[in-house]
């Protein structure tokens, strides 16, 4: 499936996948860092940021999606990649090393660890803040990103640290979450997500301490799914690669072999 992506760097291939409403250039803060020791590709999903939707017919799942990324790099020739991902896209990386088909997954902050009722918070959280994209006016978006009160309420969600987000990534971010064409569908199959398969390949999952979203004690969950340690990120909130781009880039390159 040809998805819109961004290509930088040499060395061993490493694709990495957005969360819900976001788009490939969440990555930006971390790209080149990781573009100077590996072949850095950073994708945009169906129905998100640029690239075209599913097929018709085809239902927004994780599962899907995930077949959607097999598809692409199988298109661009590119097997056994290292593949991590944030939030949903997380949750993508941890499902293709149930499949057996990286070499290695790093997740930050994955979904499919909530209880019930975390489950319900973030789905309301997520309409709430697309109803608000899609409602504001450009120019009133455009405010609302230089001023700093402004940008702490538009993102302070997402990140621990909103004055770190420019106000040009700010801009994008919300006109991408407010034209994904498929966000409902993809946050109505939340309710069906659980844990995936156990892995196949080697995983690292890691969360921000500061995380609004998908709150830290999933973490725990999500340690003793993997029978493993979870990494928290000091000082980081749901979007890590805002807050601390060094130690998240640290973080994927020691997950993708050091």
């Not at 499902?95 to 997740?107: C, D, I, K, M, N």
């Not at 455009?142 to 702490?152: H, I, Q, S, T, Y």
Request: aromatic residues 6%; neutral net charge.
């Amino acid at each position: 499936m040809e998805l819109a992506f961004d290509r930088r760097g040499t060395g061993e291939p490493l694709i990495l996948i957005h969360g819900i409403g976001h788009h490939w250039q969440g990555w930006l803060p971390v790209l080149d860092r990781l573009a100077a020791a590996r072949d850095v590709i950073a994708i945009d999903l169906p129905g998100f940021g640029r690239s075209p939707g599913l097929p018709d017919g085809v239902p927004y799942t994780p599962e899907s999606l995930a077949d959607a990324v097999e598809s692409f790099c199988a298109l661009l020739g590119i097997r056994d990649p290292h593949v991590a991902g944030n939030s949903l896209g997380g949750y993508l990386a941890l499902e293709l090393a149930a499949r057996g088909t990286v070499r290695t997954a790093t997740a930050l902050s994955p979904a499919g660890f909530w209880s019930r009722s975390e489950l319900l918070y973030c789905q309301a959280m997520l309409r709430a803040t697309r109803r608000t994209a899609r409602s504001l006016p450009p120019e009133r978006a455009a405010e609302l990103a230089e001023n700093p009160v402004g940008r702490a309420l538009s993102v302070g969600l997402m990140v621990a640290h909103p004055s770190r987000m420019t106000p040009t990534a700010l801009l994008a971010a919300t006109q991408a979450l407010a034209s994904a064409s498929g966000f409902d569908e993809t946050l109505e199959s939340f309710t069906n997500v659980m844990p995936p398969a156990p892995p196949k390949a080697p995983i690292t999952i890691a969360w921000g301490e500061r995380d609004r979203l998908l709150l830290r004690r999933q973490a725990v969950r999500a340690a003793k799914w993997s029978g493993q340690r979870v990494k928290l990120l000091k000082d980081c909130g749901h979007l890590p690669m805002t807050d601390d781009p060094a130690l998240v880039t640290r973080v994927l390159l020691e997950g993708s072999g050091g």
